[in-house]
T-cell receptor
């Protein structure tokens, strides 16, 4: 079974600064995928970034990037030039690449961007 | 708009009642997933359907059931409701049975059991 742990229940950052959200995971699968989802106050779940475990290169999407440390089973999210609209709950998730494609989520980190 | 439609957005009902939550997947998506989000349990996988067939089951209670219809919309039925069933219920869809690009989520149905 996969488990995902987010050790920071809440974080805050000043607008335009950089913040890093932590995530560790555990899986026995060799083929898996990792994701960060954002849930703003509208409660919509929005995919922020994804990482394929077999790729060593860290994924990047505009201001969002990850630091994927496979051996350490760590998958942190870095948000650069934070904007007020980044205020949201952020969930780290893992997905088994086998026959069961369910997502396993962490408990989430509430990020507040302050003006 | 994500393309995944969930109705109703809000639902308030009494204990012991039965409700049905509806989900229309994004056009072209064959797979539907149901998740429950509560404060104490976080996001929990309930069940997955692919092209009308059940493919995976998670922590779904026996009082809950789901199905996916020929037009690919899905319904989640919750019966004998308890206070603890109050939660946000998400539907998500993907093109294939599993998709490494993640899912597209609907905006959820907020269920309140009183």
């Amino acid at each position: 079974a996969q488990t995902v742990t987010q050790s920071q229940p809440e974080m805050s950052v000043q607008e335009a600064e950089t913040v890093t959200l932590s995530c560790t995971y555990d899986t026995s699968e060799s083929n898996y995928y990792l994701f960060w989802y954002k849930q703003p106050p509208s409660r919509q779940m929005i995919l922020v970034i994804r990482q394929e475990a077999y790729k060593q290169q860290n994924a990047t999407e505009n201001r969002f990037s990850v630091n994927f440390q496979k051996a350490a089973k760590s998958f942190s999210l870095k948000i650069s030039d934070s904007q007020l609209g980044d205020t949201a709950m952020y969930f780290c998730a893992s997905q088994d690449g086998g026959s069961n494609y369910k997502l396993t989520f962490g408990k989430g980190t509430l990020l507040t961007v302050n003006p | 708009d994500s393309g995944v439609t969930q109705t109703p957005k809000h639902l308030i009902t009494a204990t012991g009642q039965r409700v049905t939550l509806r989900c229309s997947p994004r056009s072209g998506d064959l797979s539907v997933y149901w998740y429950q989000q509560s404060l104490d349990q976080g996001l929990q996988f309930l069940i997955q359907y692919y092209n009308g067939e059940e493919r995976a089951k998670g922590n779904i209670l026996e009082r809950f059931s789901a199905q996916q219809f020929p037009d690919l919309h899905s319904e989640l039925n919750l019966s004998s409701l308890e206070l603890g069933d109050s939660a946000l219920y998400f539907c998500a869809s993907s093109v294939t049975m599993g998709h490494s690009y993640g899912y597209t989520f609907g905006s959820g149905t907020r269920l309140t059991v009183v």
